[in-house]
Every structure is written in structure tokens, then in C-alpha cells.
């Protein structure tokens, strides 16, 4: 298949290094706004507070919006959208999301968020299942045609039930979950793994190279859950407060990463008390701690993953866990109740 | 362009792994796959890993496969192969193993897959007489050898090898994501030139991740056999068991690897199997109706 990039992603905002050849990549999740009352006041300020910590050029939202697919009137879900996104509009963030497990599509529609001039979410192929699975390209400079970087984001579903009904798939379709500490929520299927490995493919006929990149979706790989499993080996950064909630099935995706040679790292949303990264087989898996404050959460992890993409070492990024205390100011209102609900 | 033929009421293949042939061996091997045809009375014999393990010289390993398929031959019965992890700790290339069992009467030459790394990817299509439609394809994949060689081809900086890993502490290789979207491809051309899902049957030597979780399902209905030693897989998921299911196409994913190990289970629409090797039993994996086809294992 031809790649013609302009087609197939957002052109909307032409996402470029800065002038020391960086891009800044800030991911945050789990927000899990209530569905019938207003969100707590200091969500918006939080994100704000971590972007001007952070100095991100890119604010990507792994999902769960809302706790429970959606809200009891649009108008509440339009003003939340807009609080949300508010942080990024007033700097001049670009900013994209992609739908978590308690994102309901029909209570989720990308044009409340794309109607915000600095949305640069798209929904995705129509070929494939769900909304939200895209390419977010990052050039090397305004006119370059050629990306530097690609951020490749997967919606990753809701549960196991969905990817049967998806594909007419009878039952028994859950037992392989029966005693591996995986779970049945969702998680990203094989057509969207293999959507990557052919537009990966495309991309390097089309320029002559690999282009490198990361990827994020909400909820994890199976991969994920090796690196707190060895700590030491995969060099863990970070915490785990919970378990690692990986998928019931694996779609290979981390395999087609790792075949592909082109992915330095993949994050992800769902756990809400869990910072880990750590490396494995040369790829860092993450997990971004959740930021709401609707939600079981904890101020100590409360935060998000930056990832800085390097033109100088583009296969090493850098990647730490942003924490929402160590941002100038954060303190006056994250610590204003000892407000801890993990 | 190989050719299988669906002439009786119900197509019957009898995979074979572990058979483990050295220059000593063959003729107790042949009686025991005479017994086995005799009992299974199959269709085809799929060779399905492990035919060769230990050192051997291309001459010997050329005259104990004679020697172990006189049976197959004399019922007229053909024969595909594989490759699994043995066939890489036999002292021979994969191109002369490729070449001697290729060389044997009775081989059926699958169509190569041109895009993996796997040396013996292919499909065998069957077919009604007087079809040129296949009712059934037949996918052999190769599953290597062990991780180290998964992260020689593809330069891991890390390590597969962790002490608390996903799935079994083995650390084998197995079908990877190239060779899974191999078959993503194969399977909608087949589709999109027959007009219709085409069902299909896969062989590979090393379980997937999925095969070695069914054992923990057992007492359920969908479960049958008994595990009888530690279960071993892939290591890094390649993806073909969701590919498998997302594709609608896959009646039976049949592997081998384990020794002792005997079972199967029906999940997501598949039969997926473990069949014990060649020394510990066998299996006749039937496939009827090709209008509506279902799959049945028999244990001979």
C-alpha cells in the first residue's frame, strides 16, 4: 500500500522539533470525570501545572475520560471537554486523545474535542474496530515532508465481550484470563497491531527508512507487566501500587515493535497508582499514573509520562514520570485537603 | 503447485512431531508409524518439528527418513513437513534438511511464503475433485528455535530472557508477528480469489501462549486431555492466536514441542492442540464437510 502521510493523519497543526532538534511528548489519563456532576475543580490546573512544568510541545490524553461512558447531558460533557482542554488552548498546546475502557463511544465523540482549535485527535481508519487509532507525525522542520518522529496510538477497547461481538467470535472466549492476572477490560486487537506493521512498512518504502517512533494507547500490553515482574533486569523506574492491568489476549503488538526495530517506547493509561518504565528487549514499557481526582489515585504518583523524541539519538529518548508535586505551585492546591484517594 | 485431494467423506491428517530420527532409530520409527497409519488410515502425514534432533550426517539423515516414511509411501499416502527447534540441533543446514525430506517420494511442497523469516512457511490447499476452489487450506508455519535466535535476527539491546517471564520460564521462539501478518495477507488474497473465508488448518512445532494456558481451564467442557509435564510456549507473542481469531478462518491450531502433555480445547471458535510426540501418542485431526466444516481429534 502507498503511504500518502497528509491523508492519513493531522494536518492540522504541522508538529516540528525545536530548534535543539527535541519534541517533548507529555501523556497523561484517567481523569474519570463523574457522569452526573461536575469534575473536581483542580483537574484543569493540574494539566496546566504539568505543562508548564514540563514544557510540552504535545499533551497526549490515554483515555478514561469518564467514569461510566458517558455523561447525563451534553452540555456538562461539552464544559468538561472544554476544561480539560482549556490548559493546552490558552498555551498553545496541541494536544490528542485516544478513548480508554470507560469511554463509551457514543457518550465520546471526537467533534466535542475536535471543535478546540488545538485538538489534533483523529478517529482513525474506518477499517478498523473502535475510534481512535492514529499516527501523529513530528517533523524534522515546517517543510519537511519527512518525518522525524511518528506517535502511533490505538484505541484499545473495553473488553473481551466487544472484541467477540466484533468479530463473531463464540464462546468460550475468556478463559485464557482464568489464573494469569490478566484481565478481561479491553485492549489494543490484532488488526490494529497489524495496521502498524503495514503503515510502519509503507512509511519506510516511501522514505527510504525506518522512521522511529512511540506509541500509546490506554490500556497496557501484556509486555507491561514484565517490568515490575523484573525490576531489576528491565532497570524499573518509578512505582507500582497495583497490579499491572494487561489484557486477556495479545495482539502481537509488542512483537510487530519489536520487528520492526523502529519503537523506543510504549505507554500507557488504565493503573491508576502505577509510574513504572522499564525496558525490555530494548523497548521501555510505561504506565502514567492517573491525574483525576474523581478516581481512586494518590497525590504522591499523580502525574504523567514526558518523553523528549532526540533527532540526536532518536531510538533514546528520554523519558521520565512527570509528578504532579514537583511542579512549581502544584502544592496549593494538590496537598489543599491531604486529598488522597488511592 | 502442490495438490491434496478431498475425496471421502471427512479429510483425515495425522501430525507428527518429536519423531527425532538418528541413524539408529528409523526402523524401529518405521513400525511404529506402519501401526499408526494402519489405525488412523489419514489422508495426509504432516511432519510437524522435531523429525530430526540429534547430530546426524546428511547421509544418515537422508536414509532414516526414507526409512521412516516406507509406510507412508507404500499406502500412497504424502506427506509435509516442518521444522521445529531439533531440526536446528542436528548438525545439518536448514537447506539440506529442506532438500533431503523435499527429495522423498511422496513430499508435498507447500506454496513458500516469500515474506517471513520462517524457512518452512507455506500452504497446502485441498481441494474437491474436479475443483480448482480450495475447500480447505492447510498452513504450516515455522516456529525456530529458541529467543536468543528472536533476538539475534532482530538485535535485541535488552534481553528476552527474564527470570519471571509472561508465559513459561523456556524461553522458546515461535511464530512471530512476520509471519502472522504472512498469513493476515495470504488469507484475505485466498479470500478475495475464492469469493468466500476459505477454512484453514495450522501445524507448527512450539505452542503459543494461548496453547499453554488452556491447561488451566481443565474441568471445564470445552477442555480434553491431561497434562503430564510442564508446559513450554513461545516467549514473546507473535499475535497468530488473536490473528487466527480475528480472521474467522481457523478451525484447529495444532502444535507440538511437549513430550507428555495430551490436550486440547475449543476456544474462540478454534480447536487449539497440543499433541503428545510421536514416542508418546498420536493424533488423527479430521476435518468433515467442506460446506460446513467441523474438527475432530481422535487419539490413536
Known amino acids: 500500500m502507498e503511504m500518502d502521510l497528509k491523508k492519513e493523519t493531522a494536518d492540522r497543526i504541522r508538529l516540528t522539533l525545536d530548534e535543539n532538534g527535541e519534541f517533548r511528548v507529555l501523556f497523561v489519563s484517567d481523569f474519570h470525570a463523574p457522569s452526573d456532576r461536575d469534575w473536581d475543580e483542580r483537574l484543569p490546573r493540574a494539566i496546566g501545572a504539568l505543562l508548564d512544568h514540563t514544557k510540552a510541545d504535545l499533551c497526549v490524553n490515554l483515555g478514561d475520560f469518564i467514569s461510566d461512558g458517558e455523561m447525563d447531558s451534553e452540555d456538562r460533557f461539552r464544559r468538561y471537554v472544554s476544561a480539560i482542554a482549556g490548559p493546552c488552548e490558552t498555551r498553545g498546546v496541541p494536544w490528542c486523545h485516544v478513548p480508554g475502557n470507560h469511554d463509551h463511544e457514543e457518550g465520546l465523540p471526537t467533534e466535542v474535542f475536535a471543535a478546540h482549535p488545538h485538538c489534533i485527535s483523529l478517529r482513525g481508519p474506518d477499517s478498523l474496530p473502535g475510534y481512535g487509532t492514529y499516527m501523529v507525525p513530528v517533523h524534522g522542520s515546517p517543510d519537511s515532508d519527512e518525518p522525524a518522529f511518528v506517535i502511533w496510538l490505538f484505541d484499545s477497547h473495553r473488553g473481551t465481550g466487544q472484541w467477540a461481538e466484533e468479530y463473531g467470535i463464540t464462546a468460550p472466549y475468556d478463559f485464557a484470563a482464568a489464573t494469569w492476572g490478566f484481565d478481561a477490560g479491553g485492549g489494543v486487537y490484532h488488526a490494529q497491531a497489524r495496521w502498524y506493521w503495514e503503515r510502519d512498512l509503507a512509511m519506510e518504502r516511501r522514505y527510504g527508512h525506518k522512521i522511529p517512533g512511540i506509541m500509546g494507547m490506554h490500556i497496557p500490553l501484556q509486555e507491561h507487566s514484565l517490568i515490575p515482574r523484573n525490576p531489576s533486569l528491565t532497570f524499573m523506574t518509578g512505582e507500582l501500587e497495583e497490579s499491572a492491568g494487561v489484557p486477556a489476549f495479545n495482539p502481537g503488538l509488542f512483537a510487530a515493535a519489536y520487528e520492526r526495530g523502529d519503537i523506543s517506547a510504549i505507554v500507557s493509561g488504565h493503573d491508576h497508582i502505577n509510574s513504572f518504565a522499564g525496558k525490555y528487549m530494548g523497548i521501555e514499557l510505561s504506565e502514567d499514573a492517573s491525574l483525576g481526582y474523581d478516581v481512586y489515585g494518590t497525590d504522591r504518583l499523580r502525574g504523567g509520562r514526558l518523553i523528549t523524541l532526540k533527532a540526536s539519538d532518536p531510538m533514546r529518548p528520554d523519558s521520565v514520570h512527570a509528578y504532579l508535586k514537583d511542579c512549581p505551585g502544584a502544592g496549593d492546591f494538590i496537598f489543599r485537603e491531604g486529598h488522597d484517594n488511592a | ?300
Not at chain 2, 541413524?23 to 520409527?29: D, L, Q, R, S
Open chain 2, 1 to 300: 503447485m502442490p495438490e491434496l485431494t478431498w475425496k471421502r467423506a471427512e479429510f483425515r491428517i495425522l501430525p507428527l512431531h518429536g519423531v527425532r530420527l538418528d541413524a539408529e532409530n528409523a526402523a524401529e520409527k518405521r513400525d511404529r508409524l506402519a501401526a499408526l497409519i494402519r489405525s488412523g488410515d489419514p489422508d495426509l502425514l504432516v511432519l510437524n518439528g522435531d523429525t530430526f534432533r540429534s547430530p546426524v550426517s546428511e547421509k544418515e539423515a537422508m536414509e532414516s527418513a526414507r526409512t521412516l516414511l516406507e509406510p507412508a509411501r507404500d499406502a500412497g499416502i504424502p506427506f509435509v513437513f516442518t521444522f521445529g527447534e531439533g531440526e536446528r540441533k542436528c548438525g545439518l543446514t536448514d537447506e539440506v534438511l529442506y532438500g533431503i525430506l523435499s527429495s522423498l517420494p511422496g513430499c508435498l511442497l507447500p506454496d513458500r511464503a516469500e515474506e517471513t523469516d520462517g524457512f518452512t512457511d507455506g500452504t497446502v490447499p485441498v481441494r474437491r475433485e474436479g475443483k480448482s476452489s480450495p475447500v480447505l487450506i492447510l498452513r504450516l508455519f515455522d516456529t525456530h528455535t529458541e529467543t536468543t535466535a528472536y533476538e539475534r535476527d532482530y538485535g535485541s539491546p535488552g534481553r528476552s530472557r527474564l527470570p519471571y517471564p509472561l508465559y513459561t520460564p523456556h524461553y522458546m521462539d515461535g511464530v512471530r508477528f512476520n509471519q502472522t501478518v504472512w498469513f493476515d495477507r495470504d488469507h484475505e488474497r485466498i479470500e478475495a480469489s475464492s469469493g468466500r473465508k476459505v477454512p484453514e488448518l495450522f501445524f507448527f512445532h512450539t505452542p503459543t501462549p494461548e496453547h499453554a494456558q488452556l491447561p488451566l481451564n481443565q474441568g471445564r467442557g470445552c477442555f480434553d486431555g491431561v497434562t503430564r509435564e510442564e508446559r513450554k510456549c513461545q516467549t514473546v507473542n507473535g499475535g497468530i492466536t488473536m490473528a487466527a481469531a480475528e480472521s474467522g478462518a481457523v478451525l484447529a491450531v495444532i502444535c507440538g514441542h511437549e513430550e507428555r502433555n495430551d490436550y486440547y480445547a475449543d476456544w474462540a471458535g478454534m480447536r487449539m492442540g497440543v499433541e503428545p510426540s510421536f514416542d508418546h501418542g498420536a493424533w488423527i485431526v479430521s476435518v468433515r464437510d467442506p460446506d460446513n466444516p467441523a474438527v475432530r481429534i481422535e487419539r490413536i
